[in-house]
Nanobody, 118 residues
Framework: QVQLVESGGGLVQAGGALSLSCVIS????????MAWYRQAPGKQRESVAV???????NYADSVRGRFTISRDNAKNTAYLQMNSLKPEDTGVYYCHVVVTNPVLKTYWGKGTLVTVSS
């Protein structure tokens, strides 16, 4: 059974930094996409950062230059380094993985809460 477990969330003051991790357990093969989403209170879940197996990364405009996504394929782990945090970065951060071999499957973690105080 595949599980994604996020960690690293917490309370931080504006301007501070946090580092999130997402560990994938179970037989998943090599993920094509590892991504981070977030959901702020009262808002829809949105994509924050995406890392493809080919090395491409993409970021939401609101976090570009402040957040960095990385992955360790050997450890089946994704990371999100968040710097210069703002109150509007507050939300539950979810890890999302997509695999296509042998069939398309997607997986979600349960999320980790990030709270940025002003």
């Amino acid at each position: 059974q595949v599980q994604l477990v996020e960690s690293g969330g917490g309370l931080v003051q504006a301007g501070g930094a946090l580092s999130l991790s997402c560990v994938i357990s179970g037989s998943i093969g090599s993920p094509n996409v590892m991504a981070w989403y977030r959901q702020a209170p009262g808002k829809q879940r949105e994509s924050v950062a995406v890392s493809s197996s080919g090395g491409t990364t993409n970021y939401a405009d609101s976090v570009r230059g402040r957040f960095t996504i990385s992955r360790d394929n050997a450890k089946n782990t994704a990371y999100l380094q968040m710097n210069s945090l703002k109150p509007e970065d507050t939300g539950v951060y979810y890890c999302h993985v997509v695999v296509t071999n042998p069939v398309l499957k997607t997986y979600w973690g349960k999320g980790t809460l990030v709270t940025v105080s002003s």
